[in-house]
T-cell receptor, first 115, second 113 residues
Framework: GAVVSQHPSRVICKSGTSVKIECRSL??????MFWYRQFPKQSLMLMAT?????????EQGVEKDKFLINHASLTLSTLTVTSAHPEDSSFYIC???????????FGPGTRLLVL | GESVGLHLPTLSVQEGDNSIINCAYS??????FIWYKQESGKGPQFIID?????DKRQGQRVTVLLNKTVKHLSLQIAATQPGDSAVYFC????????????FGSGTQLTVLP
């Protein structure tokens, strides 16, 4: 149980385009989902926290207009990187947590390369 | 600011030996800690967790020790195997209703044949 999937697993895009990444909880209802970014050889950095049906809370330094998060259902959250640039190239990881759980379950990550 | 950090960025051990990975934290209000394993190109995988009202918890081949006095957390892996080679992160629950995690910088564990 507690499986989280992400799609796509890898994406290459041109600079200036937008990319959408999906995060799904497959066998539980995720009232809260988290989006992280991880650069090579570095730790996970929390970008934003989203609760189903409400606006995401962004960490300091993360542009909410650039990284659009939607958590429209209890099993799906999306992260859209708008007008992507090469410096946005990174490994994006989501996690999900149920309402009464303290544990976060992580997705497999999405590798984004912006050319 | 408060942070979670690791003492060593890399650790190499012989196959079959025990591994100990350390982590220091500075938020005395943290009530929950988790160890994750991350293999290259994959998401973090839960290993073991511990609440602040405990000082030791054991799993299958893994043990987590929590010393609240010195704000120190460790992960012990018994009889380390090649499949244990990965980056290990400790994470600290920030508290609050969202229960966000703060991750440490990670330790690269390499198991030598």
């Amino acid at each position: 149980g507690a499986v989280v999937s992400q799609h796509p697993s890898r994406v290459i895009c041109k600079s200036g385009t937008s990319v959408k990444i999906e995060c799904r909880s497959l066998d539980f209802q995720a009232t809260t989902m988290f989006w992280y970014r991880q650069f090579p050889k570095q730790s996970l950095m929390l970008m934003a926290t989203s609760n189903e049906g409400s606006k995401a809370t962004y960490e300091q330094g993360v542009e909410k207009d650039k990284f659009l998060i939607n958590h429209a259902s209890l099993t799906l959250s999306t992260l859209t990187v708008t007008s992507a640039h090469p410096e946005d190239s990174s490994f994006y990881i989501c996690s999900a947590r149920g309402q009464y759980s303290v544990s976060q379950y992580f997705g497999p990550g999405t590798r984004l390369l912006v050319l | 600011g408060e942070s979670v950090g690791l003492h060593l960025p890399t650790l190499s051990v012989q196959e079959g030996d025990n591994s100990i990975i350390n982590c220091a934290y500075s938020n005395s209000a943290s009530d929950y800690f988790i160890w994750y394993k991350q293999e290259s190109g994959k998401g973090p995988q839960f290993i073991i967790d511990i609440r602040s009202n405990m000082d030791k918890r054991q799993g299958q081949r893994v043990t987590v020790l929590l010393n609240k006095t010195v704000k120190h957390l460790s992960l012990q892996i018994a009889a380390t195997q090649p499949g244990d080679s990965a980056v290990y992160f400790c994470a600290e629950n920030r508290g609050g209703s969202a229960r966000q995690l703060t991750f440490g910088s990670g330790t690269q564990l390499t198991v030598l044949p």
